[in-house]
């Protein structure tokens, strides 16, 4: 029997965790002396991990000043967390959805730019580690859109490729997906703009929970 796999993004496809990203994107620059991002441009590098957004965001710094700004916000948003001041949450429907997948048979998996320690905070908040079996993270992988985190994704749960969608709200989500060769979904209620999710590859752009799960099951 061929294995349906569901990959989803994180932020700004499982949970809204703008507020926290943008806030402790403005308190890394601010702690290097540099004047803070625009929003919009913050919300645009979401996905990416870490050193890479860094590099856009700060595209005349070195290495070194990358790096920096990368330990300085991993600092603010640990102080968020440990404050228990974190809001990143789930996006209506989401729940239900996950539930209704596993119910269905499907195996679920996570790629995100999140670190381990971020992305397994967050899915206990909400309840949900339990029904994803393999999790992907920025810090195992090389940035998306390399494909490495949805090889792995295969690698450890063994679903056909040609069963596998990958989920989520930027065009580096569908630039992953495309490189992998698996279906390129997108979702509307994130951080990138559905024409530009289009343009990276995405077969369709969902601007509903009841629309995502028509999606997945064309592919059953």
């Not at 290097?32 to 645009?44: D, F, H, S, V």
């Not at 996006?91 to 539930?99: K, T, V």
């Not at 048979?105 to 996570?110: E, N, R, S």
Request: aromatic content about 6%.
């Amino acid at each position: 029997m061929s294995l349906r796999l569901a990959i989803f993004d994180c932020d700004g496809t499982l949970v809204d965790s703008q507020a926290d990203i943008c806030a402790s994107m403005d308190a890394a620059f601010l702690a290097n002396g540099l004047e803070p991002p625009a929003r919009q441009a913050t919300r645009r590098v979401v996905g990416l991990s870490l050193h890479e957004a860094m590099r856009r965001l700060h595209p005349n710094g070195a290495h070194d000043d990358h790096a920096a700004l990368t330990q300085a916000y991993k600092n603010a948003f640990r102080a968020r967390r440990e404050a228990g001041s974190l809001a990143e949450p789930l996006y209506e429907g989401i729940a239900a959805l996950i539930e209704e997948l596993v119910a269905d048979g499907w195996l679920l998996g996570v790629a995100t730019g999140k670190s381990d320690r971020g992305l397994v905070h967050c899915l206990q908040t909400h309840g949900l580690t339990g029904h994803f079996l393999t999790l992907q993270t920025a810090d195992r992988h090389p940035s998306k859109p390399d494909p490495s985190m949805i090889e792995a994704c295969l690698a450890d749960t063994g679903a056909d490729r040609a069963l596998t969608a990958m989920i989520g709200d930027t065009a580096y989500d569908m630039e992953m997906a495309v490189n992998a060769r698996v279906r390129a979904f997108g979702v509307d209620w994130g951080y990138h703009e559905p024409e530009d999710l289009f343009e990276a590859g995405a077969e369709a752009v969902a601007t509903s929970m009841t629309e995502l799960r028509a999606l997945l099951r064309g592919m059953e």
